[in-house]
């Protein structure tokens, strides 16, 4: 099963074993991971699971319209790597992606 490295606000690093086809959200909330809010529980509509991808960058599909319209709502700053963790899908092509959470998400 692919890994995902989360670090979280505090700077811990926490390695989780994602299923293929779960988001980057759903495997950070269900490993109880610090950081992510996702109060719209993963659709696009809230941008508490603003996260930093770090690694693999290349490999993440581009952001739709609704994602990056989203990203403006996001309360840290956003940068060049800010995605919505709801809204990428783990694969075995993903394998090892490091994403940072921001020090808040409200």
Do not use: F
């Not at 995902?4 to 700077?11: R, T």
């Not at 779960?22 to 659709?43: F, H, K, P, R």
């Not at 899908?89 to 090892?96: I, N, Q, V, Y």
């Amino acid at each position: 099963m692919p890994q995902v490295i989360y670090i979280e606000p505090s700077g811990n690093e926490v390695t989780v074993d994602v299923p293929n086809g779960w988001s980057l959200m759903q495997a950070a909330t269900s490993n109880g991971v610090e950081g992510i809010e996702a109060e719209c529980g993963g659709s696009c509509a809230c941008a508490t699971c603003h996260c930093y991808v770090e690694s693999h960058l290349d490999k993440v599909p581009p952001a739709e319209q609704g994602e990056l319209d989203m990203l403006q709502n996001a309360s840290a700053e956003i940068r060049p790597n800010s995605r919505l963790s709801c809204q990428i899908k783990m694969s075995d092509e993903l394998a090892g992606i490091v994403v940072r959470m921001p020090e808040s998400q409200i």
